[in-house]
């Protein structure tokens, strides 16, 4: 697991337990993640970069691929909490969170998700 997602499990885990959350399977099948990250993997990047051209080695770890994309934090923060609704990533540089934060309220306010806990990194 990338350095980003162990931030976003923790934050995560914040936000639930600020809210109070306790959510039944029907509110858990429309609650999502909106999540902002301005660059995803940076520590793998690095691990692979390091393996590939200073060591010259051929392979990388398996998972690689998936603990860089910046989406993987937020699939694992659906994952962590049961979530089956919407599951995105905005990755916009500095303006990340705003943008996820913008683009979660409406969904709550037409009760798509029926409840979010917004953080920004």
Not at 39 to 67: C, H, P, Q, W
Not at 81 to 104: I, K, M, Q, R
């Amino acid at each position: 697991m990338d350095r980003i997602s162990q931030f976003a499990l923790g934050a995560g885990s914040q936000a639930w337990k600020d809210r109070g959350l306790i959510l039944d399977s029907q509110e858990k099948a429309r609650a999502g993640v909106y999540l902002g990250v301005g660059l995803g993997g940076a520590n793998t990047i690095e691990e692979v970069y390091d393996r590939l051209f200073r060591k010259k080695s051929d392979r990388v770890k398996a998972l690689s691929v998936l603990m860089i994309m910046p989406s993987s934090a937020a699939t694992l923060l659906s994952i962590e909490y049961g979530l089956s609704g919407p599951c995105l990533t905005f990755s916009t540089a500095c303006s990340s969170s705003a943008n996820a934060v913008g683009e979660a309220y409406p969904t709550d306010q037409r009760w798509i998700c029926g409840c979010d806990a917004g953080r920004g990194s």
